[in-house]
């Protein structure tokens, strides 16, 4: 899994004309929060946090955020739980991170890519995909950026169903291990 780091500040500051007055100066109000700890309104710079959103389009992450306090800065591990954004200026409005512990197991959804051709469909069958993403439990820094499916061995009437996929050792498949991933079928005869 990703790992970022993303700085902040404690936000004194509350409400519409105190988060306007933030997002003119380039920066975004946000807030943490878990369970183990009461919310905690933040500050982010939001050039800074648009381009690590960049990087990380849409893959899961694990966001170290070092929070400036008057105490200095402390380290808190979170995900991203929702981005707010302006439909009309594209901008960011507000972010919320969930808290989370590293050596917690936890419930993620992770994206499946095939590549390869199918010798299956090479010989004349069509391929069919079922599974997009499926559902892994497991410490959030051992839990595998995406899934990857070379379907280069399939042949006709094939099939890899989620037990067949490469998991690291000490993640769970929480899915059905025997539903159909990806299937090579033959084309019926007219």
Do not use: W
Request: proline share 6%; charged share 25%.
């Amino acid at each position: 899994m990703l790992q970022v780091d993303v700085s902040a500040q404690v936000r004194t500051k509350f409400g519409k004309g105190a988060a306007r007055t933030l997002r003119r100066s380039g920066k975004t109000p946000a807030i943490i929060y878990g369970p183990k700890s009461e919310p905690l309104p933040l500050i982010v710079d939001t050039h800074i946090f648009t381009q690590t959103l960049l990087h990380l389009q849409r893959r899961n992450a694990v966001v170290c955020l070092d929070i400036t306090t008057d105490a200095g800065i402390e380290k808190r591990h979170v995900v991203i739980k929702e981005i707010q954004v302006d439909p009309i200026q594209d901008t960011l409005e507000h972010a919320d991170f969930y808290e989370i512990s590293l050596d917690i197991p936890t419930h993620f959804t992770v994206p499946v890519k095939y590549h390869g051709k199918a010798k299956g469909v090479e010989m004349g069958g069509d391929m069919s995909i079922s599974v997009n993403e499926i559902h892994l439990k497991g410490n959030p820094l051992d839990i595998p950026d995406l899934i990857e499916v070379d379907v280069t061995p399939l042949g006709s009437n094939e099939h890899f169903s989620c037990q067949d996929l490469q998991l690291p050792a000490n993640v769970t498949l929480l899915d059905d291990k025997n539903k159909v991933c990806v299937a090579v079928v033959n084309a019926r005869a007219e």
